[in-house]
């Protein structure tokens, strides 16, 4: 079948965004839409200009026998600035003030366009990074960890409280949480991970750092190297943060119970990228 130009575009188009950071073999385009290699440089070299214009990413471009092209995602920083803002208004609300000074995110975490959002900044900003696998602890994380594996075409892993008969043999470990100074339990299948992953860790919230330090640990037992540490909110005064190099987008930096007020300000994201 014989594709016009402006299919050939939005097909390509489409199957370059459903496949990030895979090395598409010209020959793999050529084949689709029974057209010369040429013509397919030529459209790829489009699509990468307005990629770039608009802020969705880039297309990187391998030499050689066995080379193709590479859809990287990229966030524009004015977009991200924006969207980070948004954020720091809706978790101001002071509704979301729950006992105990606990706020409620469920309505972030829950919804698609804002998960979608984050994923794909964080990713952004471990684009040039090698990861095999990102890794979350269950339950809030995992749509921040689903949606940054989609981005950067890894698998996702979570590590859980309890054992699940589903998941075989697992490793499990104790840890201190860094809030409460208990210790805690986490386990994780011993098939979920290879030896030598590089991970990048995901959490929607962060306030000392003890599960993300918990989760650390347990890569120590897969002998897996940490690659990168992401949150969505960090607190700001945490005491004795166990974690020291993480990337974060949103920190609180106040939950003011009498007068019912959240302060909230940027996190680290663009000091970082």
């Known amino acids: 079948m014989k594709f016009r130009r402006s299919e050939r575009l939005i097909d390509m188009t489409d199957y370059l965004l459903a496949h990030p950071r895979q090395l598409v073999p010209l020959t793999v385009f050529a084949e689709r839409y029974s057209s010369a290699k040429s013509s397919i440089s030529e459209d790829l ?17 391998v030499a050689g026998a066995a080379g193709g092209v590479k859809f990287q995602v990229q966030v524009n920083k004015e977009e991200a600035l924006l969207f980070i803002r948004e954020l720091c208004d809706l978790m101001t609300d002071p509704g979301r003030i729950l006992p105990g000074g606990y706020l409620f995110m469920n309505d972030i975490l829950g919804n698609p366009a804002i ?15 090698a990861i095999d696998v990102v890794m979350t602890v269950a339950t809030k994380g995992i749509p921040l960890a689903y949606a940054v594996g989609s981005y950067l075409n890894v698998p996702v892993v979570i590590v ?12 499990s470990i104790n840890y201190v949480s860094g809030s409460s100074k208990r210790i805690q339990t986490m386990v994780l299948s011993k098939r979920s991970l290879a030896e030598g992953s590089n991970v990048l860790i995901i959490d ?9 330090n918990g989760m650390v640990s347990m890569l120590e037992e897969f002998r897996a190297n940490v690659a990168g540490i992401a949150v969505l909110v960090e607190a700001e005064q945490a005491d004795e943060r166990l974690v020291d190099n993480y990337l974060s987008l949103i920190k609180l930096s106040e939950v003011d119970l009498k007068q019912k007020q959240i302060k909230v300000i940027e996190g680290n994201y663009f000091q970082n990228n």
């Open 45 to 61: 070299a489009i699509i990468k200009e307005v990629f770039e214009e608009r802020g969705i990413g880039t297309l990187q471009t």
């Open 115 to 129: 998960v979608q959002k984050v994923g794909r900044m964080i990713a952004s900003a471990y684009v040039n990074t």
């Open 160 to 171: 859980r409280r309890d054992s699940l008969v589903t998941e075989g043999p697992t490793v």
């Open 204 to 212: 929607d919230f962060m306030k000392a750092g003890g599960t993300v």
